[in-house]
């Protein structure tokens, strides 16, 4: 398994945009985006660094592997 850590809200968003996530809007400290044809929209806040548990659940919720994202950044 691939490590998690360091990675900053701004490097999250762009390594979801490469595989076809898009930003929907911003509210508040955090970026909303969506993806045609999934049913969930991620909220990635905007911090120098993200929790572990956080970026997990980013990870999980796009519906890729730890190793899927790492590879995007």
């Given at each position: 398994m691939?490590?998690l850590?360091?990675?900053?809200?701004?490097?999250?968003?762009?390594?979801?945009?490469?595989?076809?996530?898009?930003?929907?809007?911003?509210?508040?400290s955090?970026?909303?985006?969506?993806?045609?044809?999934v049913?969930v929209?991620?909220?990635?806040?905007?911090?120098?660094e993200?929790?572990v548990?956080?970026?997990r659940?980013?990870?999980?919720?796009?519906?890729i592997?730890v190793?899927e994202?790492?590879?995007?950044?």
């Amino acid at each position: 398994m691939g490590r998690l850590a360091n990675i900053s809200g701004k490097d999250a968003v762009k390594a979801f945009q490469k595989i076809g996530w898009y930003v929907v809007g911003q509210v508040g400290s955090h970026v909303m985006m969506s993806k045609q044809g999934v049913r969930v929209n991620l909220s990635i806040p905007q911090h120098k660094e993200l929790s572990v548990g956080t970026l997990r659940a980013l990870i999980r919720n796009a519906g890729i592997t730890v190793e899927e994202f790492i590879g995007l950044l």
